[in-house]
């Protein structure tokens, strides 16, 4: 049951027993996880539908290869999170706060990205067109392999 991983999820953030929420290659469908404290959850190859995640914190957590169709990511922390081969696909991320992630190869298809954040993220190889960036806040945005170097200089790895 997904409402008693992130219970126990919010126990070992806590340092109170629990277990670390691993929804790795999960078909997550029609879930409400609004405003969740799922920071550092393994999210890798996951698949999303139609799941509520907006004001959610998903601070260093992993979302490498996960497909987000028709979700509402809105207001969401995702900063310092892997989201390699994500893919984006008619959800809302306006206004999420992907500052720092890794985002290389990922791509938004008829995305709401307005106001998105991506300050300090690596987008290599990532499909977002020339209107998407318009709407998105992308100050020290890398398109390069100096992002990794960066990150390896704060302990983290890729």
Do not use: P
Request: glycine residues 6%; charged residues 25%; proline residues 0%.
């Amino acid at each position: 049951d997904v409402q008693v991983m992130c219970a126990k999820h919010v126990l070992w953030l806590n340092g109170e027993g629990g277990e670390q929420a691993d929804f790795a290659n999960c078909l997550l469908k029609n879930i409400d996880l609004r405003h969740k404290n799922l920071m550092a959850a393994v999210f890798d190859d996951a698949k999303f539908v139609n799941v509520k995640l907006n004001g959610a914190s998903l601070v260093n957590s992993s979302f490498n290869g996960a497909r987000f169709i028709g979700c509402d990511l809105s207001y969401a922390v995702a900063e310092m999170c892997e989201f390699k081969s994500a893919r984006f696909i008619e959800t809302d991320v306006e206004c999420v706060a992907f500052g720092d992630s890794n985002l290389e190869n990922s791509s938004f298809i008829d995305c709401k990205v307005a106001g998105a954040i991506l300050n300090g993220c690596n987008i290599q190889n990532s499909d977002l067109s020339d209107e998407d960036k318009k709407l998105m806040f992308t100050e020290n945005t890398e398109d390069n392999e100096e992002y990794k170097s960066d990150l390896q200089d704060f302990g983290m790895s890729m």
